[in-house]
T-cell receptor, first 114, second 115 residues
Framework: AQSVTQLDSQVPVFEEAPVELRCNYS??????LFWYVQYPNQGLQLLLK??????LVKGINGFEAEFNKSQTSFHLRKPSVHISDTAEYFC????????????FGSGTRLSIRP | DVKVTQSSRYLVKRTGEKVFLECVQD?????MFWYRQDPGLGLRLIYF???????EKGDIPEGYSVSREKKERFSLILESASTNQTSMYLC??????????????FGAGSRLTVL
C-alpha cells in the first residue's frame, strides 16, 4: 500500500524568503503525485501534479515541485513567498493501479511573517 | 468550473443519532470520495465510489457507510454517531481516465460535532 509522509507540520518563514515543503512517499509501484493547498476557511484546491514526463513541475502562484524517484520525494518550493501564501499544504499520491484511490499526507502549515 | 456542494456546513448531533452528509457534483464525474480531516492527521479516505451503486472502502471505513444511487450524489452515513466522529468531512469528485481521475475538486466541507 502507498503512504505519504510530510515531516514538517509547521514551517514559519519571512516574507520574500524561499521555502521548501518536504514530501516523501512509499510505494512498490509507479505513482502519480500531487500538491493541494487549503487557504484559511476554504476547501482544498490543486496546486500542481506530476503524472509523467519532466520531473520538474510548475504550478499556480509560482510554486514548483521536483519528482525524485530514487529518493521517493516530491518537495514543493517557491523562491519568494508572499503573505497570501499562508495556508496548509497537502502532498498526495495515487498509484497507477489504485483505481483512483488518492492518499494524502498529514499536511504542512506554512505561516509567513512580515 | 466544477462545483461540489456539501449540503451542511455545520452540524451538531448527539451520540447515537443517525447522520447523513450529502454531496452533489455537477460535472458528470465518475469518481467521488469522502475524506475526514483532523489536525495533525491530514485527510484520511473513508470511502470512494467509481460508478453508480459501486463503492470501495478507504483506510478508515469503520462506523461509516455510503450510498450512490445517482451519479451526481454521494452520501456519507453515520449509522450511530459517536464523539470520536467529530471532525471535518470533505467530499471530492474527479473525472475518468488517466488525467481526469487524478484531479480532485473538493467541496467546502461539513464540520460535524457529536455531543
Amino acid at each position: 500500500a502507498q503512504s505519504v509522509t510530510q515531516l514538517d507540520s509547521q514551517v514559519p518563514v519571512f516574507e520574500e524568503a524561499p521555502v521548501e515543503l518536504r514530501c516523501n512517499y512509499s510505494s512498490s509501484v509507479s505513482v502519480y503525485l500531487f500538491w493541494y493547498v487549503q487557504y484559511p476557511n476554504q476547501g482544498l484546491q490543486l496546486l500542481l501534479k506530476y503524472l509523467s514526463g519532466s520531473t520538474l513541475v510548475k504550478g499556480i502562484n509560482g510554486f514548483e515541485a521536483e519528482f525524485n524517484k530514487s529518493q521517493t520525494s516530491f518537495h514543493l518550493r517557491k523562491p519568494s513567498v508572499h503573505i497570501s501564501d499562508t495556508a496548509e499544504y497537502f502532498c498526495a499520491v495515487r498509484t497507477y493501479s489504485s483505481a483512483s484511490k488518492i492518499i494524502f499526507g498529514s499536511g504542512t502549515r506554512l505561516s509567513i511573517r512580515p | 468550473d466544477v462545483k461540489v456542494t456539501q449540503s451542511s456546513r455545520y452540524l451538531v448531533k448527539r451520540t447515537g443519532e443517525k447522520v447523513f452528509l450529502e454531496c452533489v457534483q455537477d460535472m458528470d464525474h465518475e469518481n467521488m470520495f469522502w475524506y475526514r480531516q483532523d489536525p495533525g492527521l491530514g485527510l484520511r479516505l473513508i470511502y470512494f465510489s467509481y460508478d453508480v451503486k459501486m463503492k470501495e472502502k478507504g483506510d478508515i471505513p469503520e462506523g461509516y457507510s455510503v450510498s450512490r444511487e445517482k451519479k451526481e450524489r454521494f452520501s456519507l452515513i453515520l449509522e450511530s454517531a459517536s464523539t470520536n466522529q467529530t471532525s471535518m468531512y470533505l467530499c471530492a469528485s474527479g473525472g475518468q481516465g488517466s488525467s481526469g481521475a487524478n484531479v480532485l475538486t473538493f467541496g467546502a466541507g461539513s464540520r460535524l460535532t457529536v455531543l
